[in-house]
Nanobody, 114 residues
Framework: QVQLVESGGGAVQAGGSLRLSCAAS????????MSWYRQAPGKERELVAF????????NYADSVKGRFTISRDNAKNMVSLQMNSLEPEDTAVYYC???????WGQGTLVTVSS
């Protein structure tokens, strides 16, 4: 079955960096676009970043442009999110998502303190 397992979350001070990873299994990873979403306390889940099947196409939420970078390794079935210059507003649970399968990971918590 489809599995998405996120890792790399944690607590960091404002201005710091974290790298999230999502290990995928149960489907042909290279044939699916991948996304990262996040959900902050009391807020709706929102799209953070998107990457096409080959990695050539990426898109970002305005709030993270220039600070976050999404990438993928199709040989390892992994998608990553490099997060730099973190702000307290980035505090959220971050989820890996496959739109065409409507599949979510369990999420990983990122906490940014000021």
């Amino acid at each position: 079955q489809v599995q998405l397992v996120e890792s790399g979350g944690g607590a960091v001070q404002a201005g710091g960096s974290l790298r999230l990873s999502c290990a995928a299994s149960g489907f042909i990873f290279s044939s699916r676009a991948m996304s990262w979403y996040r959900q902050a306390p009391g807020k709706e889940r929102e799209l953070v970043a998107f990457i096409g099947r080959a990695g050539a196409i990426t898109n970002y939420a305005d709030s993270v442009k220039g600070r976050f970078t999404i990438s993928r390794d199709n040989a390892k079935n992994m998608v990553s999110l490099q997060m730099n210059s973190l702000e307290p507003e980035d505090t959220a649970v971050y989820y890996c998502y496959v739109y065409t399968l409507d599949a979510w990971g369990q999420g990983t918590l990122v906490t940014v303190s000021s």
